[in-house]
């Protein structure tokens, strides 16, 4: 038996995920897990006080001993996958400098309109400015931006298409509820990038961005991606570095993948969640 993406087998023994670890559920004499991402665990109680039972990957009666690890160091040493650079952008900043006034319009945007409120339209006009400036600054051609809620990478969508438009960026988005096609439909021209030859000056070029929640993290194979996008805070350190591998498989004329972590000056909690993580 082989187990891919094995530490959703973690966790709480009764959920249907960590049901491969089981004989009852499926008999076999050798299991093979395989992951990017082991989780450790330690002990959990319930509402009780009493000890859960919790699979956890350094548990050697249930996953075994570790039989080969590939360190990304390593890996990147080898070109199997690409080098990551994180980019920190104060988004207070990046306004000033594309021309968005403090006041309830600016130059990429309306704000207030139906659909979020100023405030939320605001931020994502910021994060909007931000990917702008990422195509601009480091020729990233494709993009994929992970949000809180489906809600959320809907209005995005809205909002960047509007502000970004009229600077040859498209915008598409994926949720969980699209059928297969629906999803691949969206992602073709994110997949076609990769066969496309670099422009001699790469922002000078189009950009495709791909927004959604959760459903691009894992399992999905697009070496094209070069810039991953964090819209919301992320706390559980498997998921921001499943997102991140999004960006760094190698694809033609990809020197490094991206990770823009929005941030201000009044909070840096993004920038040292995403140095603990790396």
Do not use: W
């Amino acid at each position: 038996q082989i187990c891919d993406e094995a530490h959703r087998c973690t966790g709480r023994r009764t959920k249907r995920d960590a049901q491969p670890l089981s004989d009852g559920f499926l008999r076999a004499s050798r299991r093979l897990f395989l992951t990017a991402t082991p989780r450790l665990l330690g002990a959990k109680r319930d509402k009780e006080g009493e000890l859960v039972a919790v699979g956890s990957m350094d548990d050697v009666q249930l996953f075994g001993r570790v039989v080969y690890r590939l360190a990304y160091s390593d890996a990147v040493a080898r070109r199997i996958v690409a080098p990551l650079k994180l980019v920190f952008l104060d988004l207070t900043k990046l306004v000033e400098e594309y021309g968005l006034a403090p006041q309830p319009a600016s130059s990429l945007v309306a704000l207030g309109d139906a659909g979020g409120g100023g405030v939320a339209s605001r931020e994502l006009a910021e994060l909007s400015a931000a990917m702008l400036d990422c195509h601009r600054r480091h020729g990233v051609r494709t993009a994929f931006c992970f949000c809180s809620n489906n809600a959320r990478a809907a209005e995005l969508e809205r909002v960047a298409r509007s502000s970004l438009a009229a600077h040859g960026v498209a915008l598409g988005r994926v949720s969980g509820r699209m059928n297969a096609p629906a999803r691949a439909q969206v992602l073709d021209p994110v997949r076609r990038a990769a066969s496309t030859p670099l422009p001699a000056e790469p922002s000078n070029g189009s950009m495709d961005i791909v927004t959604n929640c959760r459903v691009l993290g894992e399992g999905v194979d697009v070496p094209a991606v070069d810039l991953v996008v964090f819209a919301d805070a992320k706390q559980s350190h498997v998921d921001i570095l499943q997102c991140m591998g999004r960006a760094s498989r190698r694809s033609l004329g990809k020197e490094f993948g991206h990770v823009l972590v929005p941030m201000s000056e009044e909070d840096s909690s993004a920038y040292e969640t995403a140095v603990s993580v790396v």
